[in-house]
Structure formats: structure tokens, C-alpha cells
């Protein structure tokens, strides 16, 4: 693993406690030393400070999970070793916005999976999507969906689609943050306490998905049963409706998939 950050260790820490990989094979480079020691003493796993170590030494899968910007910093590091390769490895890349054909020219000549996952990775749900690049074995996809299942759902598309993955599960967290908080605004502008508020919001959306999911319902099926005639529910669905409520949802989709675009092009 190159890059021990926030997702990097919220993939790791899944990785060991599923017993997917045992510590001692597992290699993980930072720059920051106080990182480097803290993920050594959590999980087990060997650390250091040199890139190209993990690039020798990696048999089955290399997982980058650096910023995007640092990208060229890691392209540096494998063109300085990369005649001297024993393995070809499977990259996992998790950079956001950076297209397998930019990936397959870092690494060259690695096999590429692209991935997207959300924030909600660190708590283990994930919603991630994943585009295999060209050449890629059919093992080797599945293994990175078992990889990235151990940290939430996963979904495979064609890479044409990342952009607009980016703006339903890439930035819907704070679509959804947004509805919560909005949710307890309501409460409290209806003279409950903040934290009653907020927790009978966060629950409230915590629970419809959990329902929408187990029961396979469609959303319409779930308002339609949740509106009775002349009720307090379909109430207040006319006034999301009147303020546009979908339509803004929509937008904001569409917006961040365009966003997404521009960023990839730039
Ligand atoms: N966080 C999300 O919700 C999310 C969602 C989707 C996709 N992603 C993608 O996931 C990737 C990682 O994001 P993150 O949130 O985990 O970022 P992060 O917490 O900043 O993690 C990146 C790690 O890489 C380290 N690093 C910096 N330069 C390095 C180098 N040359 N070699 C090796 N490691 C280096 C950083 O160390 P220093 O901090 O010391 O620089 C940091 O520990 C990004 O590409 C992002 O686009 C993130």
C-alpha cells in the first residue's frame, strides 16, 4: 500500500481484522513517520518510508491510495525501478479523477482497476464503484471486488461512468449530511432540542435506507405507504415538492458530475 491516509487505513484495517491479509504480508509506505508508527502499532504490518521498497517487494496488489496531485511523485519513484521488476502486480488505484489511461502510463505496465469509493469507508459502508482497465485478468477483478468489499459494497462500471459515480456516491455523503442537518433544523424551528433533533434525523435516514435495502422497496412504494390521505406526511411532501426538492437534487447531481468532468479534463 502506498499512501497510509484516511482511506488507506480505513481499507487496511478491514483488510486484517477480515483475516484477508495477515500483517506480516502486508507493506505500507508514508512520509510521516508518527503515520508509519501509529499504523505499525494498530495493525501489525511492516511500514516505511520508501515507495520503491513497496514497489519491489509487492507480488499481488499494489493499492495507492495517495492524492491525486502526488501522483508524479509516485510515477518518479517506478520509473527508477520498474526495468528491475520480479512481479506485475495489480494496481488498485483510489485517486479521484485520475483515468486508467493516466494510470496505465505511471505504472506501465501493471494491470489497472480504477476505484471510487465514498467517505463512508471508514466506517465500513462504503459505497464503491470500480472500473477494470484493459488486459485485466478475470482473477484479478475479482479480487479487487473482494478487496474493496471489505469495506462497503462495490459495483462495477465502465470507466465512462466515474463521473457521474462521483456525483451520486462521491459526494452524496454531503447530500445526505445536508438532508440530516436540514432535518434537525426543522425539528428545532419546531421547538425541540437540538439533540433530540438531530438524533431523530440521523436515525430517520439511517433507518429508511436500511429499509429501502431489506425490503428491496422502491422509494416511491416507501412514501406512497408512509402518505395517508389528508396526513401530516403527505403535508409536508407537498412542500418539498413545491420547493423543488428533486429537482434540486437532481441538479446537484448533475452539477457534480460536470465538476467532475472539468477537473478531468483539466
Ligand atoms: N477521503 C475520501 O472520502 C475519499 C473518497 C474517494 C476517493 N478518495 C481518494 O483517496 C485517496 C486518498 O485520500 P485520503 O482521504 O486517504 O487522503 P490522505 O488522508 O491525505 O492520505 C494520503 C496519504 O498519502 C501520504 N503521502 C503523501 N505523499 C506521499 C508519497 N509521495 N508517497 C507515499 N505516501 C504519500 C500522505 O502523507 P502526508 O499526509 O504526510 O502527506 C497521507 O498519509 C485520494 O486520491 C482521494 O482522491 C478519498
Known amino acids: 500500500m502506498i499512501g497510509g491516509g484516511v482511506m488507506g487505513e480505513a481499507i487496511l484495517s478491514r483488510l486484517i481484522a477480515q483475516e484477508m491479509y495477515s500483517p506480516e504480508t502486508v507493506l505500507v509506505s508514508d512520509p510521516s513517520p508518527e503515520r508509519r508508527e501509529e499504523l505499525a502499532q494498530r495493525y501489525h504490518v511492516e511500514?516505511?518510508?520508501?515507495?520503491?521498497?513497496?514497489?519491489?517487494?509487492?507480488?499481488?496488489?499494489?493499492?495507492?491510495?495517495?492524492?491525486?496531485?502526488?501522483?508524479?511523485?509516485?510515477?518518479a519513484d517506478w520509473d527508477s525501478i520498474k526495468e528491475n521488476l520480479e512481479h506485475r502486480p495489480l494496481l488498485i488505484s483510489i485517486l479521484a479523477?485520475?483515468?486508467i489511461l493516466r494510470l496505465k502510463a505511471a505504472l506501465d505496465p501493471l494491470p489497472v482497476v480504477r476505484v471510487m469509493p465514498n467517505t463512508n469507508a471508514t466506517v465500513g459502508a462504503s459505497m464503491s464503484a470500480i472500473?477494470?482497465?484493459?488486459?485485466?485478468?478475470?482473477?484479478?477483478?475479482t479480487l479487487a471486488k473482494t478487496i474493496l468489499g471489505a469495506i462497503g459494497e462495490v459495483v462495477e462500471v465502465p470507466e465512462s461512468a466515474m463521473d457521474a459515480v462521483t456525483g451520486v456516491s462521491g459526494s452524496g455523503p454531503a447530500y445526505v449530511a445536508l438532508l440530516v442537518e436540514s432535518l434537525a433544523d426543522g425539528g428545532v424551528a419546531a421547538g425541540l432540542s437540538r439533540s433530540v433533533a438531530l438524533q431523530l434525523a440521523m436515525q430517520t435516514v439511517l433507518g429508511t435506507a436500511t429499509l429501502l435495502q431489506e425490503e428491496q422497496l422502491h422509494p416511491a412504494q416507501l412514501k406512497d405507504r408512509v402518505t395517508s390521505p389528508g396526513g401530516t406526511t403527505i403535508a409536508g411532501v407537498a412542500e418539498l415538492e413545491a420547493g423543488g426538492f428533486r429537482s434540486s437534487v437532481i441538479k446537484a447531481v448533475q452539477a457534480s458530475k460536470a465538476r467532475s468532468q472539468e477537473l478531468g479534463n483539466s
Do not use: W, Y
Open 131 to 141: 472500473a477494470p482497465g484493459s488486459g485485466l485478468r478475470p482473477e484479478q477483478l
Open 47 to 75: 511500514v516505511t518510508d520508501s515507495n520503491r521498497k513497496v514497489m519491489q517487494s509487492t507480488e499481488e496488489v499494489l493499492l495507492l491510495a495517495v492524492k491525486p496531485q502526488v501522483l508524479p511523485r509516485i510515477e
Open 97 to 99: 479523477g485520475i483515468p
